[in-house]
Every structure is written in structure tokens, then in C-alpha cells.
């Protein structure tokens, strides 16, 4: 039986230096760990301490559970599309812990009044060809090809094609807030 994958894998840190273009030392200097743990954590051979992964991260610009994130062993996620309908709506969607990807497209006319329940995210919606109105509480917005808005999705909103149209809609999961 071949040895289990490990947890994590702190190679990625040799990644991240490289493209930050940083010695061992300049790391070592911006986080204030040591240049053997660094060269031993890039190797897989020690595992790193929380204070550890926090100073690294920093230096790198990111907060330590997204380091520690891009250490885990499985770094690509896949999952198969489902499709759906809402209205005379078509929609193609991918799901993943924080992005919901909706690829959709819509006859001239088509409405959509109550789109789906959202939970506290914030929706990106861009049209890639046709025309689309997003009526909002305090507003609405006409968008064409190439145009985009970014709203609260926990508001109100509806969508109507002006013409047939093809879009992208993207529900982001917002970081906590405490």
C-alpha cells in the first residue's frame, strides 16, 4: 500500500517566494522565521506552527488560513455543472464553497422577478452579449456587451433581457464580518 498523501504541502512556499522574487533569507527577514524552518518547510520535512504559518503569510501579503489553504495536498476542486430554468431563463452552474458561477441566457422579454434565495453575498452579473436590466430597490441599471455591476444580492433584484442575451452572474461568498 503506498504511503498516504501528507495533509499539507509546504513546497507551495518555494512557489509563493519565487514569484515574490525573495531569497530564503529575504523571506526569513520579512517574517521573522528562520531560514532553516523555511528551507525545512519547503522540503516536507517539518510541519509548521500556527505563529509560524501567521508570520509567513504576512510576509507573503495573505491571511494564514489562505496559506495554509494552498498548502493543503488537494489544490484543485472539481465538480460537475447542473443546469436549470428560472423563467424562460436558462442557467449553466458550477458550485463551490465560496463562488456560485451561473452561466445564463435569456430571450428578448424573458423576466426573472424573485431570482433564487441568496444568502449574504455579494452578485456580479455581466452581460457578454445582448442587453439586460437589473432593477434594484433604489435603482435601476441597463447593461450591453461587456458591461458589469456588482450589488448586494441580499437586496431585492430583478433581471429582464432587452434582447436576447447572454451573461454571467457570479454569487461570492462575503468573508465573515466579525
Known amino acids: 500500500m503506498p504511503p498516504a498523501a501528507p495533509k499539507f504541502d509546504f513546497s507551495v512556499l518555494r512557489t509563493?517566494?519565487?514569484?515574490?522574487e525573495l531569497t530564503l533569507a529575504a523571506l526569513s527577514e520579512a517574517s521573522g522565521v528562520s531560514v532553516g524552518v523555511i528551507s525545512k518547510l519547503e522540503r516536507n520535512q517539518q510541519s509548521a506552527e500556527l505563529d509560524t504559518l501567521y508570520r509567513l503569510a504576512r510576509a507573503f501579503g495573505l491571511s494564514a488560513t489562505d496559506l495554509l489553504a494552498l498548502c493543503e495536498s488537494e489544490l484543485?476542486?472539481?465538480?460537475?455543472?447542473?443546469?436549470?430554468?428560472?423563467?424562460?431563463?436558462?442557467?449553466?452552474?458550477?458550485?463551490?464553497?465560496?463562488?456560485?458561477?451561473?452561466?445564463?441566457?435569456?430571450?428578448?422579454?424573458?423576466?426573472v422577478n424573485r431570482p433564487e434565495i441568496h444568502h449574504d453575498d455579494t452578485e456580479v452579473c455581466w452581460v457578454t452579449s445582448g442587453r439586460l436590466r437589473v432593477t434594484l430597490p433604489h435603482e435601476t441599471v441597463e447593461l450591453g456587451e461587456g458591461e458589469s455591476i456588482q450589488f448586494d444580492a441580499i437586496q431585492q433584484h430583478a433581471y429582464e433581457s432587452l434582447a436576447d442575451s447572454e451573461f454571467?452572474?457570479?454569487?461570492?461568498?462575503?468573508?465573515?464580518?466579525y
Do not use: C, M, W
Open 168 to 177: 454571467v452572474i457570479l454569487h461570492l461568498r462575503k468573508d465573515k464580518r
Open 16 to 20: 509563493l517566494r519565487d514569484q515574490h
Open 76 to 111: 484543485v476542486h472539481r465538480t460537475a455543472e447542473k443546469t436549470y430554468r428560472s423563467g424562460d431563463f436558462k442557467f449553466r452552474q458550477v458550485k463551490y464553497a465560496n463562488v456560485v458561477a451561473h452561466l445564463g441566457s435569456a430571450p428578448a422579454g424573458a423576466k
